[in-house]
């Protein structure tokens, strides 16, 4: 009865999730899950179905026909093993497997029944098996690329890394023929007349309604690809020449890192040059996420740090590392997250840098064995 508490999932679960209370009514319960899941009729049923879900092999993909061989090598066993025969002589299914080969192989199947007496799921089935023997010999299985434990450091385990996507409907600029702005038919944003003609602060606050891009000025996901400083009156930032405010005129190191996090709250003309914000809707997601000064050798990057709960390392994108121009060992680097979905990244760099606070006086940390890794994809 704990062996069955601690393994039934799903609607084997609820059928008998009642009955789990007490170890008398193991009898119940076994009765039970073989009326739903282990009468013969039902195993063999979900064979055939197995089968009939899988994709057709193709002259040109070997591996698929192995897999197709394998599975319909499966469904015989089955129906041998429950003995029930007359499923093998399913002539509809036979000819429905058959259908699905490539022609040639096809052909050679139609050749080779001419030489048998009777015709069943099982010489189908070891005529199949041959013709995928042959195939895998000439074939390299596909296996998942997956570090081995052995080589391993005693460092740490793999890591996990929670992430967060809100689910929004994201339109893009150009995929509708008007102007977001003025509705109109303008190339651009940057073209529109009324947009140019609006002051500063009515540019931002349009910003934030069509939820555009400060850079290009576009409606997109991600970082931009065409973002680069402004230029005018040597502004360093990374927005448009149509979102520069000449009256602030600020010394500080523009921010290295391209990824834009949310707080919930919408900043302020004046504020948002020295952060990265992003602005949904009503029901958006809160993300953590603090200002940095990051050291190493003398160079000083301001960035902001998103926090994660649920992580068992700190990552770092390669792109800042390089401006930090850290260095460190090389290691193969596992992110796992959820339903066991994996990440593989097999040249990780390790490395470790000081950080501190933006306040003045703020005392600064040392971080050690800091995973850089291409792209982090948080959310923007």
């Known amino acids: 009865m704990v062996r069955l508490q601690k393994y039934l999932r799903g609607k084997a679960l609820e059928a008998v999730k009642c009955q789990l209370l007490h170890p008398s009514n193991l009898d ?3 009765a039970t899950l073989k009326m739903l899941f282990g009468l013969p009729e039902i195993i063999v049923h979900s064979q055939i179905q197995k089968v009939n879900n899988l994709s057709a092999p193709k002259a040109d993909r070997l591996g698929r026909l192995v897999d197709f061989a394998l599975t319909v090598r499966n469904m015989v066993a089955t129906v041998q093993v429950c003995e029930l025969e007359e499923h093998l002589c399913n002539l509809t299914l036979l000819h429905s497997l058959s259908e699905r080969l490539p022609p040639m192989i096809r052909l050679n199947w139609a050749t080779h029944r001419q030489s048998l007496r009777s015709v069943t799921l099982v010489e189908f089935s070891d005529w199949l098996y ?19 434990n052995k080589s391993r450091r005693a460092r740490k385990e793999d890591g996990f890394l929670n992430t967060h996507a809100e689910a929004q409907k994201v339109k893009q600029f150009g995929s509708s ?11 651009a944003v940057d073209k ?20 555009l891009c400060r850079s290009c000025l576009a409606n997109h996901r991600g970082s931009c690809k065409s973002a680069k400083p402004c230029g005018k009156n040597g502004c360093e930032y990374n927005h448009n020449r149509l979102l520069h405010n000449d009256a602030k005129d600020k010394r500080e190191t523009p921010m290295a ?9 919408r900043p302020g003309v ?4 020295s952060c990265n914000m992003h602005r949904g809707g009503s029901n958006s997601v809160l993300f953590q996420y603090i200002p940095i000064i990051l050291y190493n050798q003398g160079i000083e990057i301001r960035t902001y740090a998103f926090l994660d709960s649920g992580s068992s390392l700190t990552l770092m994108e390669e792109g800042l590392a390089k401006q930090l121009q850290l260095s460190g060992e090389k290691y193969p680097l596992c992110l796992r997250w959820t339903a066991d979905t994996c990440r593989y990244k097999m040249d990780a760099t390790i490395c470790s840098l000081n950080v501190s606070g933006t306040l003045d006086g703020s005392s600064q940390h040392n971080l050690k064995e800091v995973y850089t890794v291409k792209d982090l994809k948080l959310p923007s």
Request: one cysteine or more; proline letters at 2%.
């Open 177 to 187: 023929k008007s102007c977001v702005v003025c509705k109109g038919s303008c190339v």
């Open 257 to 265: 890192n391209s990824s834009n996090h949310t707080n919930g709250q």
């Open 270 to 273: 004046h504020d948002i040059e």
């Open 28 to 30: 119940q319960v076994l």
């Open 130 to 148: 041959k013709l995928a023997e042959a195939a895998s010999a000439v074939t390299m299985p596909q296996f998942s690329c997956v570090a081995d």
């Open 192 to 211: 529109c007349k009324q947009f140019v003609s609006y002051s500063l602060s009515a540019r931002w606050d349009a910003l934030w309604e069509h939820k």
